[in-house]
């Protein structure tokens, strides 16, 4: 599976954005997106949207649905994760508090072929994701979330989670009344060599549990450690109780790369590729990589994602890093030479279909 490479115009205004910094990259998307963020906010006073996120594991989904909240503002759009919504149900069945309100809540809009206890026992005995939640039960607690969140933009992730949930998508703008409003799926294509990099480099807080990457986003505190001869990361977020003395650690499991989940992206792959055959149904398609031969006819060199290299010099005892940056280079799934974007240049190029199917 590969889609069409990022297909936007460059600014060319001679300014450069930081696109990690919040700030600057307000001002990079509105150079970037002008009026149509205006059409977009002012269609959602009176309409709204449903996306169905699908995308393989590691794509940054969350990560670009936060990015899409700060261009049009919470009061106008929403990320579900029904995921999250499944696992705050659970926790309150386990935790013994008194919920018969929401249980309530759950048994008036429940329908299926499985009792709504039966359908609570399901999520109780649950032990890993693997095992899925009744689906009636997730399109009820999805139904009941977003009555909740009152009428707003939504992209929603995780549903369909398997190829026979694909069809409550379909419908499913119909059961919490968005039924005129437009629906879509965002398809995100990640190559494997990019997924396996982001894996094998990923390093987390044991404290805080920030999430960092050896290669894309180093703490600011970066030392060389004598005793094993690594470069390690110091975690420098401030509130967390081991701020400058924790050392950031590899997640087990993680050093196997995309090997440890091969399974689970060739059902991603498999779901992708069913929701790109549906007729009726509109899609933004975005890829993760654009071949580095073409890379500068699209992309100003701040929208491409650097890559850290930390070279230790100096004599042994008294070794300095020196840091260097490149672009990332991976190979996409065709083995071409590949470069990839920051989140918010992918989050430009999801705005602008997003603009043409609400606006045309
Ligand atoms: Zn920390």
């Not at 110091?234 to 109780?241: E, K, L, P, R, V």
């Amino acid at each position: 599976m590969k889609f069409d490479y990022y297909n936007s115009k460059k600014l060319s205004n001679g300014k450069t954005y930081v696109l990690t910094d919040p700030a600057e990259r307000r001002q990079y998307f509105e150079a970037k997106l002008g009026h149509k963020i205006d059409d977009v906010k002012s269609y959602l006073e009176h309409n709204t949207f449903i996306g169905y996120l699908l995308a393989k594991k590691q794509a940054g989904k969350g990560t670009y649905s936060k990015m899409i909240e700060e261009i049009l503002g919470p009061e106008r759009f929403a990320h579900i994760s029904v995921g999250d919504v499944v696992r705050d149900f659970h926790e309150k069945l386990e935790s013994g508090e008194d919920i018969s309100d929401v249980i309530n809540l759950v048994r008036k809009h429940y329908r299926g072929f499985i009792s709504v206890e039966e359908s609570m026992e399901a999520l109780r005995n649950r032990t890993t994701d693997k095992v899925s939640v009744p689906a009636e039960l997730m399109l009820t607690l999805l139904k009941l979330e977003i009555d909740k969140i009152g009428r707003k933009g939504l992209f929603i992730d995780g549903m369909p989670r398997t190829l026979d949930q694909i069809s409550y998508s379909l419908y499913f703008r119909d059961l919490i009344n968005y039924r005129d409003d437009p629906d879509f799926f965002l398809l995100i294509n990640v190559s494997n060599d990019l997924i396996d990099l982001r894996m094998k480099n990923r390093v987390i807080c044991p404290e805080c549990h920030t999430s960092k990457s050896m290669i894309l986003n180093p703490t600011t505190n970066v030392i060389y450690d004598q005793t094993d001869k690594q470069v390690k990361f110091i975690c420098d977020n401030n509130t967390c109780s081991g701020y400058n003395k924790a050392v950031y650690i590899h997640k087990e499991g993680d050093e196997l790369g995309i090997k440890a989940i091969e399974e689970r992206l060739r059902s991603d792959e498999d779901l992708m590729q069913k929701a790109l055959n549906l007729h009726g149904i509109q899609k933004i398609l975005i890829e993760s990589s654009i071949p580095a031969s073409i890379a500068n006819d699209y992309l100003e060199e701040y929208e491409i994602q650097p890559a850290y290299e930390f070279e230790v010099v100096g004599d042994p005892g008294n070794e300095t890093i020196n840091i260097k940056t490149g672009p990332l280079k991976f190979k996409d799934d065709d083995g071409a030479d590949c470069y990839t974007m920051y989140a918010a240049t992918y989050v430009v190029n999801i705005f602008d279909q997003l603009h043409k199917i609400l606006i045309g």
